[in-house]
């Protein structure tokens, strides 16, 4: 190994200013030009040449900025059949708890989801053993507005007070399933 030695003393040695030659090992310091530590630092050729002189670039040429909130353009669209919407990707976090209803010939069964998670929050069904002895009939009317109570009623035992309800493809909101749901509005529950 090669040891480094200056002439001039220690003070006035400046690290960006001391040279190491290659050849010969031996160690030039030149002086410098200020005592401030600004000094130190090498110059940079800036030029303040006007942004006019700039060539023209088009936004067709090569990639383009798009603003993040425009909406997609159906060619767009085409290329990636598979993105989903904004709509798709937010609503399980915008309305996160789901309420499935299922009518059977036997029963009746509603049932409260959470989206992200898929963990059911509670369940309420005539197909019960408490409820099916206790109910005359599993299917009608009085057996909606049970079920409506009972999954608001359990719905509050865990905290949830706001749920949404998709209904499916050409489903109307009326009768058995107006009755359901109109029951759980009544009994505090919000419909987002």
């Excluded at 600004?38 to 700039?54: A, C, E, G």
């Excluded at 399980?92 to 059911?120: C, E, N, W």
């Excluded at 057996?143 to 009972?150: E, I, S």
């Excluded at 749920?163 to 489903?171: F, L, N, S």
Aim: charged share 25%; net charge positive.
């Amino acid at each position: 190994m090669s040891s480094i030695i200056c002439a001039s003393s220690p003070s006035s040695i400046s690290h960006s200013s001391c040279l190491l030659q290659p050849r010969t090992h031996s160690l030039r310091c030149d002086k410098p030009t200020s005592l401030s530590w600004s000094s130190s630092f090498p110059k940079l050729n800036i030029s303040s040449s006007p942004i006019s002189n700039r060539p023209n670039r088009s936004p067709n040429t090569g990639s383009f900025i798009q603003a993040a909130w425009t909406r997609r353009s159906r060619g767009e669209a085409a290329k990636r059949p598979n993105r989903k919407s904004w709509k798709q990707r937010t609503d399980m976090y915008m309305r996160p708890f789901l309420l499935d209803v299922f009518f059977s010939r036997r029963y009746i069964q509603a049932k409260l989801m959470h989206r992200g998670t898929s963990k059911v929050i509670s369940v309420a069904t005539t197909n019960a053993k408490d409820l099916r002895n206790s109910l005359p009939s599993l299917t009608d009317h009085n057996a909606c507005r049970v079920v409506g109570r009972l999954i608001a009623e359990r719905s509050k035992e865990a905290d949830v007070y706001a749920m949404a309800y998709e209904p499916r493809k050409g489903e109307r909101i009326e009768g058995k399933l107006g009755i359901v749901l109109d029951t759980i509005k009544e009994n505090g529950i919000i419909f987002v």
